[in-house]
């Protein structure tokens, strides 16, 4: 399952983000576990029936409510708002919180934008690295097409 290339905005409108902000979103070639793989693609499933039943134009809590809905209805174990320590040099500097985390495995980014920016790759990454984990699905619900605003990122050990 490969995830299309995202947008960033440029003076008033999207544009295709160039081959190298993809090299550097992905870090690692190497897959994740076939079982997280099948977690991320439950959870794009489950963002599809979202979006195909509200469509575009909510807030961004408005689409982490209705995904929690369809998780829950999914029997998918799930954690919202989870706190993760930011640290610099061994010190905790500061603290950051994950939209989902699903299965403890999975990081999702939920966002309500018209373009996934590279601000938004560097967002997940940073929880991916900070968490430990390999696998985020950065989804932004503000788009006609919701497979056009997800965005599959692996973060290597």
Same mark, same amino acid.
Request: aromatic content about 0%.
């Given at each position: 399952m490969t995830a299309p290339l995202a947008?960033?905005?440029t003076r008033g409108r999207c544009s295709r983000m160039n +081959? #190298?902000?993809v090299k550097t979103a992905k870090v690692s070639r190497t897959e994740p576990r076939t079982d997280l793989d099948g977690i991320a693609y439950r959870v794009i499933g489950a963002?599809?029936?979202v979006h195909r039943i509200l469509g575009p134009g909510f807030l961004e809590s408005i689409y982490e409510e209705a995904l929690c809905i369809e998780l829950t209805r999914l029997g998918m174990e799930f954690? +919202? #708002?989870v706190p993760i320590s930011v640290r610099y040099?061994?010190?905790k500097v500061g603290e950051a919180r994950l939209d989902l985390?699903?299965?403890n495995l999975l990081v999702v980014e939920l966002k309500a934008v018209e373009c996934l920016a590279p601000i938004h790759v560097a967002q997940i990454m940073s929880y991916l690295k900070a968490t430990g984990l390999r696998l985020g699905l950065l989804i932004t619900f503000n788009v006609p097409v919701l497979r056009k605003?997800?965005?599959r990122v692996i973060c290597s050990p």
């Open positions: 947008t960033e905005r +081959r #190298q902000d963002a599809l029936e954690t +919202r #708002q040099r061994d010190q985390l699903v299965g605003g997800i965005r």
